[in-house]
């Protein structure tokens, strides 16, 4: 290719370069080039991390350009949500029929209307996809699909774990092309593990050395078991999700409620621990640092809000031999034993738990605590305000009060989160 028409190409494709020129082509470019430029084509391509993003595998199609570009290349890509504040749209330099593709993995997913319109996909670099190139993005649903999920979750995924994938909602996961293409090209990146069609895995098998090939196949027999190829996919031995590091407490802990109320398999049963544990370690760290302790083991009382995640926090944080639940006298009782007992599981865990019935007033909160020998309490008393009813948090603040044992009361996650309780602080009755 003639060196000006080289040229060209590098000013459109800007940090995409160091992804797609074959090495031929890349050497005739440097002999054109000095100083930063030199160092824009020797950057190595750095699979991204953040929540939302993913790196598709594309094969070269062949056309005029062809011949410098490389047999397979990376594409990194990003959801972004352009409902938040913070997040600002930059301009999109993709093809028309990779927006059309990413349009359908969010119908498949289920989110349509107004929350559709916020999802957006760009490059997760600089550059853009000069619109002659001949490409075809039907094997980029799969990574798409996974990356949107997560996005949503705003958790990441371990970057060096890839996927390709077509997809039909009649026949499920469906085969590709340029396998072994792909295969050599994910290798370059430094990827560990491929996700493809259980279609492709025998082809792919003969030619992944020092790489992992997995095989994707799921019937497809409603447009919602596209959820079945992620929880494969972002389950256990899949993805390697970790929530993203960079996500401030507020963030994380809103996730893990949405997770954990929502019974979200793909998430609250492989992170929801995982997540507890970190919050509460940093919320007894902020305590510390404003000269409190938090204390732990004795007796726990919760006022039983229906947040599953905000009593587990309370849990893992205060680690209590002995649970005192506010419960209504329905069905939330048993709820709560049953969503205690799983943790406890879990966990390894022993502690007793004991159920104080209301039918939703303070005066009969009050009583039913009031009926609790004193002497089967443990110290301390941990009095748990959970940001919940406030009437229910004046019937545990006023018989801790009444208590002849060491009683301490906490709001939990709102006093070391950045949450805004519900309760009133100023008119709680004091400990």
């Known amino acids: 290719m003639p060196m000006s028409q080289l040229m060209d190409l590098f000013q459109q494709l800007n940090e995409l370069v160091s992804w797609w020129l ?31 993003s993913c790196t598709i595998l594309l094969v070269n199609k062949g056309g005029r350009h062809s011949k410098v570009l490389r047999k397979a290349f990376g594409l990194p890509v990003t959801w972004i949500n352009s409902a938040e504040p913070e997040i600002t749209y930059k301009p999109n330099h993709l093809p028309e029929k990779l927006h059309k593709l990413a349009e359908k993995v969010k119908y498949e997913l289920g989110i349509q209307d107004t929350q559709s319109i916020n999802w957006r996909l760009q490059l997760a670099i600089q550059g853009q996809v000069p619109k002659h190139f001949q490409l075809s993005f039907e094997s980029a649903f799969i990574p798409l699909a996974a990356s949107l999920h997560l996005a949503k979750e705003q958790a990441a995924c371990n970057p060096t774990i890839l996927s390709t994938g077509a997809w039909d909602p009649k026949s499920g996961v469906q085969s590709i092309e340029g396998v072994e293409a792909k295969l050599s090209e994910a290798k370059r990146l430094g990827a560990t593990k ?14 992944a050395e020092g790489i992992k090939v997995v095989g994707l196949e799921v019937e497809a027999r409603s447009r919602a078991n596209i959820k079945l190829v992620l929880e494969k996919l972002l389950g256990e031995g899949g993805l390697d999700r970790r929530p993203e590091l ?24 492989h992170y929801g621990d995982l997540v507890l544990k970190e919050l509460a370690e940093k919320i007894s760290a902020n305590a510390r640092n404003a000269g409190e302790q938090v204390p732990s083991g004795g007796t726990l009382v919760l006022s039983i809000t229906g947040e599953t995640a905000v009593t587990l926090l309370s849990l893992e944080l205060f680690k209590p031999q002995k649970v005192l639940a506010l419960c209504t006298k329905d069905l939330e009782g048993e709820r709560f034993k049953e ?13 007793d738990l004991e159920i104080v019935e209301h039918n939703g007033t303070y005066q009969e909160a009050l009583r039913g605590l009031q009926s609790i020998e004193s002497a089967s309490l443990l110290e301390p008393v941990i009095c748990d305000m959970q940001g919940g009813r406030k009437d229910f948090s004046f019937a545990i603040a006023s018989w801790a009060k009444s208590l002849k044992c060491q009683t301490s009361s906490w709001l939990v996650p709102a006093r070391y989160v950045d949450r805004t309780p519900q309760v009133n ?3 709680l009755v004091r400990v």
């Open 339 to 351: 969503e205690f007992k799983k943790h406890l599981d879990r966990l390894g865990k022993t502690m």
């Open 425 to 427: 602080t100023e008119t």
């Open 194 to 207: 491929l996700f493809v069609p259980t279609e492709n895995k025998v082809e792919a098998d003969l030619v």
């Open 246 to 269: 960079t996500a401030t407490l507020q963030q994380r802990s809103d996730w893990l409620t949405r997770s954990l109320k929502r019974r979200d398999p793909l998430f609250a049963q």
């Open 22 to 52: 074959s090495p031929a082509a890349t050497h005739q470019l440097k002999s054109g080039l000095t100083g930063e430029f030199i160092n824009k084509i020797n950057k190595a391509p750095a699979l991204p991390t953040a929540p939302g």
